[in-house]
C-alpha cells in the first residue's frame, strides 16, 4: 500500500505525499475516497515540499532519488485532491464511519496533509486517533482529537476522508 501500483522499486516508487497514497490506493480498489461524496471541493494547489526542501530529506541527497522524485524533475505534482472544507465538516461528520482513513489537510505551500488517523466515535463525538507511534509512546492511551470545526488548526484547511474497502 505504500508504494505506487503496490510495486517497490526503489525510494522514488514510495508514495511521499498521503494524497498520493490516498489516489493510489483508491485506484487500486484499496479503499474509497470519500470527498466527492460528502461534498468536497478541488484543491488543486501543487505538491512540491519535498522537491523544494530536499535539505530535510536523507534519501533525496543523492541526485538519482531527487530526478526520480515527482517533482525532481522540477515541475510539482499536480494531481487534483478533493477535501472537505473546514467550515462544512460539521455537516459531514455523521457520514464518517469508524476506521475511516482521516488526513487534515496543510495549509503550508506545497505540503498536502498536515495529520493523519483514523476516525473514531466516542458518546457521539467524533474523534482523530493518531497513527504516529510516538503519539501512543508518549501516552498510555492514544491521544484523541477532534477532527471538527471547534478545533480548527490554522495549519489545517479542512480533511481528506477515506475509507477501507473490506477484502
Do not use: C
Request: hydrophobic residues 35%; without cysteine.
Amino acid at each position: 500500500m505504500r508504494y505506487r501500483s503496490g510495486v517497490l522499486d526503489g525510494y522514488p516508487s514510495r508514495l511521499h505525499y498521503f494524497s498520493e497514497w490516498i489516489a493510489d490506493n483508491a485506484r487500486r480498489g484499496l479503499l474509497v475516497d470519500l470527498g466527492g461524496e460528502l461534498g468536497g471541493v478541488i484543491d488543486r494547489e501543487p505538491i512540491d515540499f519535498m522537491s523544494t526542501h530536499p535539505d530535510a530529506y536523507r534519501q533525496l541527497s543523492r541526485p538519482e532519488n531527487l530526478r526520480a522524485h515527482p517533482g525532481g524533475g522540477g515541475a510539482p505534482r499536480r494531481e487534483d485532491r478533493v477535501y472537505v472544507p473546514e467550515e462544512a465538516i460539521p455537516d459531514v461528520a455523521d457520514r464518517i464511519r469508524n476506521g475511516d482513513v482521516i488526513a487534515a489537510t496543510s495549509t503550508v505551500p506545497g505540503l498536502d496533509i498536515a495529520h493523519t488517523g483514523l476516525a473514531l466515535w466516542i458518546d457521539g463525538r467524533l474523534h482523530l486517533l493518531p497513527r504516529t507511534p510516538s503519539s501512543a509512546r508518549r501516552s498510555k492511551s492514544a491521544k484523541r482529537r477532534s477532527p471538527n470545526a471547534s478545533s480548527a488548526s490554522k495549519a489545517r484547511s479542512g480533511l481528506m476522508i477515506a475509507r477501507p474497502q473490506g477484502r
